[in-house]
C-alpha cells in the first residue's frame, strides 16, 4: 500500500500544502482533500471539462493530472476569479447571456474562457468553438455560451480602456 | 485506480536506474492523458509510475539546419506547435498536433506519449513515418536508434524493453523541395479519434513536375501505423499528374487492412484511404510550390 506524498502548491496566490496518495487526481485533492469543491467531475477521463483548472499558465483537465505532479506548481480554478464579492467579467458575461442553466459545465467553461482570453484578448467565433471544443454543455446548445464568451472580451476590454 | 507508488527523478542516470531495477512494474509517466485513463479503468495496474517530465534530455526541443529536429519526450504538444522552427519547416507536425485531444489536452500531452502509446490510430506517428523520424532509446549503458516506422508492434505496445525509457524523437533536416501533409476524417469539427488518418512526404525534382520521393502513411486501417511502402516504389520518379495520384490513392487502399468499428466500416475505411492520400499528396505538393 503506497504512502501519502505531502504536496505544496500555490492555488489562486496562496500556498497550499496538502497529504495525498500518488493516485489521486488533482480533481479529487482539491475536492475531497482541500475541499474546494467550485471544480466538478463530470467524464473523469478529459472529454467533457468540467474539471479544467489552470496549471502553470495552461488549461488541463485536472482529472487527467495527479495530485503530486502539481507540487511545485501554481494553479488557478474557479474560487480564484471572482475578486472577493465582485465577479469578473466572465462571470458577469455568462450571467447575462444566460449562458448556463444546471451550472455543472460552468466553472471548466468560465476557466477555459478565461484562458483563452489570456492567450487571445479578441477570438473570431471559430477560435472560440475550438478552444472551448475540450468543454461539453448538455444544457444550453453552446450559442448562449458563444455569445457569452464573446461579450466577455468585450467587457473586459472596455475594462482595460476605462 | 489501484495503489501505485510515484517517483519523480530530476536525471536520466536516476530515471535508468529506476527503469534497471524496476522497470518490470513501472509505467513512464509523461502527459498523462493517456495512461490515467488507462489506470483507471485498470487496463495498466503498475506499482510505480515514474514521472519523466523533470529529467532534461526528456525537455530538449531544438532545430539544427543541417541535423534536423529533437523533440524530447516529454515536451508538450502546445510547446511543440507553437515554436516558430516547427511551424516553419514541418507544419505537418502541427497539423497532426492541433488536433489530438483539444486545448487542456493538448497542454499535457506529449509526442513521445502518443508514440509510446502506440494507439492504431494516433494522429501523429504517420507524421512522424513519413518525414523519416527516428526514436532515441536509452537503458543503463546502452543508447539505441529506432526508425518511428518500426516503433509501434501492435495496438498499443511499442519496442521498447521495460528497461528503456524513450528520451528523444528526432526528424531530420527538410530537403529542398520537399513538403509533408497530415489530415484526418472524423465525423465532428474537433475532439475526436481518426476514422481513418493519412500523412505524406513529397519530395520533388528542381522543376516541380516529377516525384523524387514520396512517403504515405495510414493511421487507423491496421493494427499499428501503417507505412505505405508501394507508394513509394510506384511515385519515385514519376510525373506529378492526376493519373499518378490517383494511382497512389488505390494502392494506399489496396495497403489498407481496417476493420470495422463504431467508427467506421471497413469498406468505407478503405475508401477514405483513396481519398485522402490524393487529398494529402496535393496538400504536401501546394505546399511545396507555396514555399
Redesign the interface.
Known amino acids: 500500500?503506497?504512502k501519502k506524498?505531502h504536496v505544496q502548491t500555490k492555488i489562486n496566490g496562496e500556498d497550499v500544502e496538502f497529504l495525498c496518495?500518488?493516485?489521486q487526481?488533482l480533481l479529487e485533492c482539491l475536492r475531497d482533500v482541500i475541499g474546494m469543491t467550485g471544480t466538478k467531475e463530470g467524464c473523469?477521463?478529459?472529454?467533457c471539462?468540467a474539471c479544467?483548472v489552470i496549471?502553470e499558465g495552461?488549461?488541463?483537465?485536472s482529472?487527467?493530472?495527479?495530485g503530486?505532479?502539481v507540487?511545485g506548481k501554481e494553479l488557478t480554478t474557479i474560487e480564484g476569479i471572482a475578486d472577493g464579492d465582485k465577479l469578473h467579467p466572465i462571470q458577469t458575461a455568462f450571467l447575462e447571456n444566460a449562458a448556463l442553466q444546471c451550472g455543472i459545465c460552468t466553472p471548466g467553461f468560465i476557466i477555459?474562457t478565461k484562458?483563452l482570453l489570456d492567450h487571445n484578448p479578441d477570438p473570431s467565433e471559430y477560435e472560440i468553438?475550438?478552444?472551448l471544443?475540450?468543454n461539453l454543455c448538455r444544457c444550453t446548445g453552446y450559442d448562449k455560451i458563444v455569445r457569452a464568451v464573446q461579450d466577455s472580451a468585450k467587457k473586459i476590454k472596455a475594462q482595460a480602456g476605462g | 485506480m489501484k495503489y501505485v507508488d510515484y517517483e519523480r527523478p530530476t536525471s536520466l542516470k536516476s530515471a535508468l536506474d529506476i527503469l534497471s531495477e524496476k522497470g518490470d512494474v513501472t509505467k513512464v509517466l509523461a502527459g498523462g492523458t493517456d495512461i490515467l485513463v488507462k489506470l483507471r479503468v485498470r487496463r495498466e495496474q503498475p506499482d510505480l509510475l515514474m514521472d519523466s517530465k523533470e529529467i532534461p534530455e526528456l525537455n530538449e526541443l531544438s532545430f539544427n539546419p543541417d541535423t534536423g529536429l529533437t523533440i524530447g519526450a516529454a515536451v508538450p504538444l502546445y510547446k511543440l506547435y507553437a515554436d516558430a522552427d516547427v511551424k516553419k519547416h514541418y507544419p505537418a507536425l502541427v497539423d497532426s498536433t492541433t488536433i489530438i485531444g483539444g486545448i487542456p489536452i493538448q497542454g499535457r500531452a506529449t509526442l513521445g506519449g502518443n508514440l509510446c502509446n502506440a494507439a492504431p490510430s494516433a494522429d501523429a506517428i504517420p507524421t512522424l513515418i513519413v518525414l523519416g523520424a527516428t526514436a532515441t532509446i536509452q537503458s543503463s549503458g546502452n543508447t539505441r536508434e529506432v526508425s518511428v516506422s518500426e516503433f509501434c508492434t501492435g495496438p498499443g505496445s511499442n519496442v521498447l524493453k521495460s528497461n528503456e525509457i524513450l528520451v528523444t524523437i528526432n526528424v531530420p533536416a527538410p530537403a529542398d523541395n520537399s513538403a509533408a501533409h497530415y489530415m484526418r476524417f472524423i465525423p465532428r469539427n474537433e475532439m475526436d479519434i481518426a476514422v481513418v488518418g493519412v500523412g505524406s512526404y513529397v519530395k520533388l525534382n528542381a522543376s516541380g513536375d516529377k516525384f523524387e520521393s514520396v512517403n504515405v502513411s495510414l493511421a487507423s486501417v491496421a493494427p499499428t501505423p501503417l507505412n505505405v511502402t508501394e507508394i513509394s516504389e510506384f511515385l519515385s520518379g514519376k510525373d506529378v499528374n492526376d493519373e499518378n495520384i490517383e494511382k497512389a490513392g488505390q494502392l494506399a487502399k489496396e495497403a489498407s487492412k481496417p476493420i470495422s468499428d463504431m467508427r467506421g466500416t471497413a469498406e468505407y475505411r478503405q475508401h477514405l484511404c483513396s481519398v485522402l492520400t490524393k487529398r494529402s499528396i496535393n496538400k504536401s505538393i501546394e505546399r511545396i510550390k507555396g514555399a
Do not use: H, Q
Not at chain 1, 473523469?44 to 472529454?47: M, R
Not at chain 1, 495552461?58 to 483537465?61: D, E, G, K, Q
Open positions: 500500500m503506497s506524498v496518495e500518488p493516485r487526481s473523469n477521463d478529459g472529454n471539462g479544467t496549471l495552461r488549461t488541463v483537465t482529472c487527467l493530472v495527479l503530486v505532479e507540487d477555459a484562458s468553438r475550438w478552444w471544443a475540450n
